[in-house]
């Protein structure tokens, strides 16, 4: 699945590197607390997210996020847009709340972790 | 491989900027070409640090260090420090108000998490003095 395919499976608006939108993600994590993001390794991934401050973006640049996706129609502020374009991670943002945009992708085959293949120890995740 | 040192001061009052010592350090090891898995490591163990810098010791340092066998790092701050560090380093235990919960930490991740990813690990407290933080990460398994 791609950052595009995301995009438009949970009809998002895409707010910053639009040019990632063909890059591959592998696994995905959907979690309002940093700590248990930080807690799994994941391959590729996207977080889902319903917070909205800078450290969503430290936090996935730390753990090699390349795409964030905001729930329940919230946009992060300027500031934090400006952070993620500058780490080059994607930012989205759809109306679907967490339950039901993490249960979309999960239909259309995106997984916790433990199935990627790649570097992932498990398939935790809130 | 030469030696590397790095040194970061982590202020305390500004949330909005914890993590800029560890994006600092992670650019670092990425220029020097040290592998993804391995910065990956080095960049959460210094960030969660950095965060319970600024969420319970108004700040701190970090110094990193990288031979060719390993990149290692001492977190240091003056804070309260901490009275019991069994009880601390267990997965889900908090002393974290709601006010940082609600900026998504404070679930009792975050020590846990810096042993997790390290080799080596070593917590030393006093209350009243501070805490210093001594972890590393092999480069050579």
């Known amino acids: 699945m791609t950052i595009g395919d995301i995009a ?43 917070l909205l401050n800078p450290q969503v973006v430290r936090t996935s640049e730390m753990m090699d996020i390349i795409c964030i996706v905001f729930v329940r129609g919230k946009k992060p502020d300027e500031s934090v847009v400006a952070l993620a374009s500058q780490k080059n991670i994607a ?22 972790g433990a199935s990627s293949g790649g570097v992932s120890v498990s398939a935790g995740g809130a | 491989m030469s030696v590397l ?29 040290i592998a993804p898995d391995i910065i990956r490591n080095v960049a959460i163990a210094t960030y969660e640090g950095e965060i319970n810098m600024v969420i319970h010791a108004n700040g701190g340092t970090i110094d990193a260090t990288v031979d060719a066998n390993a990149i290692a790092l001492v977190l240091k701050d003056t804070g309260a420090g901490i009275p019991d560090v069994e009880l601390a380093m267990q997965e889900g235990y908090t002393t974290a108000q709601e ?11 975050g020590l846990p998490n810096m042993r997790r990813y390290t080799d080596e690990f070593e917590l030393k407290s006093e209350v009243g003095k501070g805490t210093e933080v001594r972890m590393k990460v092999y480069i050579k398994k």
């Open chain 2, 5 to 33: 040192e790095l040194h970061y001061d982590v202020p305390g009052d500004d949330f909005t900027r914890a993590g800029e010592a560890s994006s600092a350090i992670k650019n670092k090891l990425k220029q020097i070409g």
């Open chain 2, 99 to 109: 006010h940082i919960r609600a900026l998504g930490f404070g679930a009792g991740m």
């Open chain 1, 91 to 112: 930012i989205l943002s759809t109306s679907s709340r967490m339950f039901e945009a993490c249960g979309i992708l999960y239909e259309n085959g995106l997984r916790g």
């Open chain 1, 8 to 50: 438009k499976l949970l009809e998002c608006e895409v707010l910053c590197c639009a040019d990632r939108l063909q890059s591959e993600v592998h696994t995905a994590c959907g979690s309002d607390m940093m700590s248990d993001v930080l807690a799994f390794v994941k391959d590729q991934a996207v977080l889902l997210t319903g």
